[in-house]
């Protein structure tokens, strides 16, 4: 067996009005507790960082660049990248990216026991829209603030595994999935900030959401033998509630843990990376099975 454990780190709320020091302060505390519990990896969520800025509405679209970072690390995580390093522990956690050339993403890192980021995943499927929009219930501007990914769904060898990242509104895509499947992805650790309604239909709620969060994270597992750990950033900002729901889920598509409430907290499980072998040399054995002469329309406009 190949064991990794993992925690999978919620945070609850971060206030507009809060700073980042006040948030690595509160990661901080989380990855304490969860070297506590014998945890190698903690997985943090989508702009992890501040609050969820895409929801706020500026009409001159540099006035949401200080949400942005500039550098990774940086004077305001430095700490939390120590703290890891002291403990020898793994991270992954998301961030506003603003490239020196002025380009902005949506991105999530992968660093190592030693400190060193060795993969950077940044978001392609960008859900909402670019324009305000009076007729939703509330905004969701990720296509006005970053532009898609463009990178791919890379895997990467940490910590003894195949490790892959997606971020958020991905985790309802098969495609994301099977891309990093076709590379032999072992583990993949998705963040998330998912409104508890839905802005454009009145009447889907939280259960709904929360059933469709787990049958697509439950489903992207089973269909590839991975692992994946999926995590919340959950609560009320500023009037604006997302639900939790981070969880655990094994190659067989099973949760094997799933934190209660919407604050910060963590939970933890021992994930065998072995695990991963049966549904990749059996059902899921793609060189064998998959009949990809049918597959043309998936690429195609
Ligand atoms: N952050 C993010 O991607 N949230 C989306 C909300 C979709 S509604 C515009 C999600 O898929 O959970």
């Known amino acids: 067996s190949r064991i990794l454990t993992v925690a999978a780190a919620q945070l609850g709320p971060i ?9 690595v302060a509160r990661m901080i505390a989380l990855m304490d507790e969860a070297k506590a519990k014998g945890a190698e990896l903690i997985v943090y969520p989508e702009l992890a960082l501040t609050t969820f800025f895409p929801r706020w509405h500026h009409e001159d679209r540099a006035e949401a660049d200080h949400w942005f970072e500039t550098a990774m690390p940086n004077p305001a995580v430095q700490p939390l990248f120590d703290r890891a390093r002291e403990h020898g522990m793994g991270m992954s956690f998301g961030y506003a990216e603003l490239t020196p050339e002025g380009r902005h993403f949506n991105t999530s890192i992968l660093v190592d026991r030693e400190g060193t980021i060795v993969g950077k995943y940044r978001k392609i499927h960008l859900p909402g829209h670019v324009e305000f929009d009076p007729e939703r219930a509330h905004q969701h501007l990720e296509k006005r603030y970053f532009e898609p990914g463009d990178l791919g769904f890379p895997v990467w060898r940490m910590m003894g595994g195949l490790m892959g990242m997606m971020i958020c509104n991905d985790r309802r895509w098969p495609e994301s999935y099977r891309v990093m499947g076709l590379q032999g992805v072992e583990m993949v650790v998705l963040g998330f900030n998912t409104p508890s309604v839905n802005s454009q239909k ?19 597992a089973y269909q590839n033998a991975t692992w994946v750990v999926a995590v919340a950033k959950a609560g009320d900002e500023d009037g604006h509630h997302c639900m939790g729901g981070t969880l655990i ?23 065998d990376l072995d695990d991963t072998r049966f549904g990749k040399e059996t059902i899921f054995d793609f060189k064998r099975h998959r009949r990809i002469e049918h597959y043309g329309p998936i690429t195609a406009q």
């Open 249 to 271: 889920v094994n190659p067989d598509g099973e949760i094997v843990a799933e934190l209660v409430g919407e604050a910060d907290g963590v939970i933890v499980h021992a994930c």
């Open 15 to 23: 206030q507009k009005a809060e700073g980042r020091d006040i948030v």
């Open 202 to 220: 009145a009447g889907e709620g939280m259960a709904q959401r929360l059933f469709h969060h787990r049958l697509s994270v439950q489903a992207g």
